[in-house]
């Protein structure tokens, strides 16, 4: 029922219009079904699409997948990945083909983005305290028996305001929900200490429309994170998950939830999450990182744990925005038609990669390149040299930070190696 769900919502994306709602797309293409588009096979560079433009790697992003999957198999990982990230129900779809347990989400409307796919498991790492959001959400419950939605709580107000909406809507399931820890002191959402935690519990477990079934957190939020901190915050969190079970907290579950993990930490929270003695009931160790999907050139390429654990894995930077040079003033400036509104900018610059002639169509790496700034719909580029670049050069970035390169684009080409356009990723923020 929810896999028919998920393949008609795929049926219909490809189904959908090319039009002006999507950047890049051939103009030559328009009203073809993006599904017809695809099955042209079209060549990125020389086919019809206009710059700027922005391309996924097919190939990165299947090893991605991939490398993610058996790292949490290996591990004893059950994994949610972050669908923040991409918002991408065609992702989402590989990644529970993938044996993913479900997909995390950050706010109702994600959750609502992914029902509407069929997705029947939910992580929301968030308390709900907004009364609408929360009517949906019994509907949604009621009208389901097989969805799951599992969220965090992390006030005593945060359990009332749940509580009274969930009554007055005349919810007929409790509601699934971890309380979250506070990544320590000064971090983000999450109680701060074990006493609160213990305190949440007996206010859940004096409601009826709430049933706390484990404990979560996010250590991507460990302030000055080392190895050793991260390690230490996530202990805490093993230390509590066992305390509540021996509380009888956990009481008639099938199992228990322990949740934190992004794309920085993984490798420590497997081996944290291993030491995890038994609990009353088998315990799900759910991890949600999302950034992995698409990795980046940046901030990811940093943070990885993979750095730490080359013989664990490996995850490559699959986009590359393409921008042509439209503006060459001086011998020292030269300007690309993408900015703000096509690239990330939060956490690094773009970065020159390649430069492929506007003449012929030869590649070569964009020595002598750097990005200098960003204006809404320009890119700054310094050159070292006269002859580095001419106008109508394209030039391949490499971009730092997947979530703010996802939300900028609403359906992004899958392109081969080769420049052939094999798909396309429609993507709802
Ligand atoms: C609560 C929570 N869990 C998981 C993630 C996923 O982490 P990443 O983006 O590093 O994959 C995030 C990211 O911000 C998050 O806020």
Not at 48 to 63: D, Y
């Amino acid at each position: 029922m929810a896999g028919e769900r998920l393949a008609k919502g795929l049926k219909e994306l490809a189904d959908e219009r090319v039009d002006h709602r999507f950047k890049a797309l051939p103009p030559d293409a328009e009203g073809l079904t993006v599904g017809e588009l695809a099955a042209q096979r079209r060549n990125l560079f020389r086919d019809g699409f206009t710059t700027p433009v922005l391309a996924l790697s097919a190939e990165s992003v299947e090893h991605n997948l991939a490398v993610m999957e058996a790292y949490a198999d290996r591990h004893g990982l059950a994994f949610a990945p972050h669908g923040k990230t991409c918002m991408a129900p065609q992702l989402f779809a590989r990644q529970l083909a993938r044996g993913a347990w479900g997909i995390t989400a950050a706010v109702p409307h994600q959750a609502r983005v992914y029902r509407a796919y069929g997705i029947q498991r939910i992580f929301l790492a968030n308390e709900i305290v907004d009364a609408a959001a929360l009517r949906w959400l019994a509907r949604e419950l009621d009208t389901d028996p097989d969805f799951r939605l599992i969220c965090y709580v992390d006030s005593l107000r945060g359990i009332e305001l749940m509580d009274t909406t969930l009554r007055e809507a005349g919810a007929t399931r409790p509601v699934d929900v971890v309380i979250e820890l506070g990544a320590g002191e000064g971090a983000r959402t999450g109680v701060r200490t074990e006493a609160e935690c213990r305190e949440l519990a007996d206010a859940i477990a004096g409601v009826d429309t709430l049933r706390l079934v484990g404990i979560a957190g996010y250590e991507g939020e460990v302030p000055d994170a080392t190895p050793k901190r991260v390690a230490a915050w996530l202990r805490r969190l093993v230390a509590l998950t066992v305390e509540l079970d021996k509380a009888g907290r956990f009481a008639d579950l099938d199992r228990i939830v322990i949740s934190a993990g992004g794309s920085a930490w993984f490798d420590t929270v497997a081996e944290v999450f291993a030491e995890l003695p038994e609990l009353s009931a088998p315990a799900l160790k759910l991890l949600r990182s999302g950034a992995y999907v698409s990795h980046d050139d940046g901030q990811y390429r940093r943070v990885t744990p993979f750095n730490r654990i080359p013989e664990e894995g490996d995850l490559q930077a699959a986009f590359r925005l393409w921008a042509q040079v439209v503006s060459r003033p001086t011998p020292q400036q030269a300007f690309l038609n993408a900015g703000k509104r096509d690239a990330p900018h939060d956490l690094d610059l773009p970065r020159a990669d390649v430069v492929r002639s506007g003449r012929d169509g030869t590649l070569r790496p964009a020595a002598g390149v750097s990005v200098t700034g960003l204006s809404d719909q320009h890119i700054w580029l310094a050159t070292e040299s006269a002859t580095a670049l001419e106008v109508g050069d394209w030039v391949g970035l490499g971009l730092s930070h997947p979530c703010t390169t996802f939300d900028k684009w609403q359906l992004i080409p899958l392109v081969e190696a080769d420049g052939t356009v094999v798909d396309f990723v429609r993507t709802f923020f």
